[in-house]
């Protein structure tokens, strides 16, 4: 396949396809590199073929007999790491030169740490924005997954997620916790049993349940419980909505379900037996290290959630 390259000059693009090849052959191929990169195997094999069509040139086979570089792959292979360590190094060296902190601060976060009470993530930034005035903050909200991918592909600098499954090309920093119940709504026949009630008594895995759609601790909660998904959503808001319709059972973050609590809108379910606790964390790449401005806010992060971070650090 050796054909002649599409692009004359190397683009965003294009270094975000190296990188993700240079991932494929660390892990030795397409299927042990789904988790490193957080994507699926036919989008892996997309983008190797992106990558091979735009240079011109067979890196890999693939196939039953598994994953193999071609020689022009191995050389492509040296010369992208030779290119990635200039490009990451250049970066850092710009980011030292300015002695104040400039750029773009891309921040990723998952769902309602807003209304988390240990959550302080508006002090972070408060702090941050006083020490790097001059930084433009620009902040998504996507699922773990999606985060952990576009942290993994450079499009993000630093993610706040659950930590429960760990990616050693990433680095985690606890923050802090939250605890997960099921709950019902008010017109659900479970509304009202007593606290104490054993989930065997509630007969819970009858009970028609919502829950997310992607791998979380929400999604093992659920099955050990024994619970099978008739409803799969993407946001704590859509989950809110089916659970106080009264017809699904599903998960809650206390602090979000505690207003509908009060207004006698959703009732937790044997919370003793069905709840659970999650730590957040604040997320960088491990290589290349977190730029200035990102190890930055990073250490607003740590110091703002003071003794609580260093307790689940500890």
């Not at 605890?179 to 049993?193: A, N, Q, V």
Request: aromatic content about 8%; proline content about 5%; hydrophobic content about 40%.
């Amino acid at each position: 396949m050796n054909k002649r390259a599409l692009v004359s000059s190397l683009g965003d693009v294009d270094i975000r396809l190296l990188r993700i090849f240079v991932t494929v052959t660390e892990c030795g191929g397409f299927a042990a590199s789904e988790l490193e990169l957080n994507i699926g195997r036919s989008t892996i094999s997309k983008y190797i073929a992106d990558l091979e069509t735009r240079i011109g040139l067979r890196l890999c086979h693939r196939g039953p007999s598994g994953f193999a570089l071609t020689p022009e792959g191995d050389m492509v292979l040296d010369a992208t790491r030779r290119l990635l360590s200039k490009i990451d190094s250049f970066q850092s060296e710009i980011d030292n030169i300015h002695s104040n902190l400039a750029g773009t601060l891309r921040l990723g976060i998952f769902d309602q740490s807003s209304t988390n009470p240990e959550a302080q993530l508006h002090m972070a930034i408060r702090k941050f924005h006083d020490d790097a005035p001059d930084v433009t903050l620009e902040i998504v909200l996507e699922t773990p997954s999606v985060l952990e991918s576009r942290l993994l592909d450079g499009s993000l600098d630093a993610i706040i997620a659950p930590i429960y499954r760990q990616s050693s090309s990433l680095s985690y920093r606890p923050l802090y916790t939250e605890t997960m119940t099921l709950y019902c709504g008010e017109d659900h026949p479970l509304f009202g049993c007593p606290a104490d009630t054993t989930p065997e008594s509630l007969d819970l895995a009858s009970q028609t349940y919502a829950g997310y759609s992607f791998n979380s601790p929400n999604m093992m909660a659920g099955r050990d419980l024994g619970l099978v998904r008739s409803a799969r959503v993407k946001e704590e808001e859509a989950l809110a909505l089916l659970i106080q319709s009264g017809r699904y059972i599903g998960y809650l973050a206390n602090h979000v379900a505690e207003t509908f609590f009060a207004k006698g809108k959703v009732w937790p379910l044997s919370p003793a037996h069905t709840s659970y606790k999650t730590v957040f964390g604040v997320v960088t790449r491990r290589k290349p290290e977190p730029d200035r401005k990102t190890a930055r806010f990073v250490e607003c992060l740590v110091d703002v959630h003071g003794a609580g971070a260093k307790k689940l650090l500890d």
